[in-house]
Nanobody, 126 residues
Framework: QVQLVESGGGLVQPGGSLRLSCAAS????????INWFRQAPGKEREPILC????????PYTDSVRGRFTVSRDNAKNTVYLQMNSLKTEDTGIYYC???????????????????WGQGTQVTVSS
């Protein structure tokens, strides 16, 4: 059974850092692209940063360039989203999702992902 479980969210002050984890099970992580999405209050879910099966990274949101990084620990079957210099506009629910097809590059379309985690809340506030 394919499962993705996010963790690491919380309340942080502007300028702070958080590291989100996406623990994967039920499939071979290195065969799939994993994308991080964010849903801010009252807004649609949007792609943030993706890592594909070749370990290549694709950013989808200019606002996180230079602040967010994505990585993968194959031994732990976990993908991470390191978020630095957090801003209030980074507040939202963060989801990780698995690309539907193995050995495919990242996509910015939600419909390209067939498995989603439950999300983890990130609140950036003073």
């Amino acid at each position: 059974q394919v499962q993705l479980v996010e963790s690491g969210g919380g309340l942080v002050q502007p300028g702070g850092s958080l590291r989100l984890s996406c623990a994967a099970s039920g499939f071979t992580l290195t065969h799939y692209a994993i994308n991080w999405f964010r849903q801010a209050p009252g807004k649609e879910r949007e792609p943030i940063l993706c890592i594909n099966y070749r370990n290549m990274h694709t950013p989808y949101t200019d606002s996180v360039r230079g602040r967010f990084t994505v990585s993968r620990d194959n031994a732990k079957n976990t993908v991470y989203l390191q978020m630095n210099s957090l801003k209030t506009e980074d507040t939202g629910i963060y989801y990780c999702a698995r690309r539907s097809e193995p050995y495919s590059d990242c996509s910015g379309f939600l419909s390209s992902y067939d498995s989603w985690g439950q999300g983890t809340q990130v609140t950036v506030s003073s």
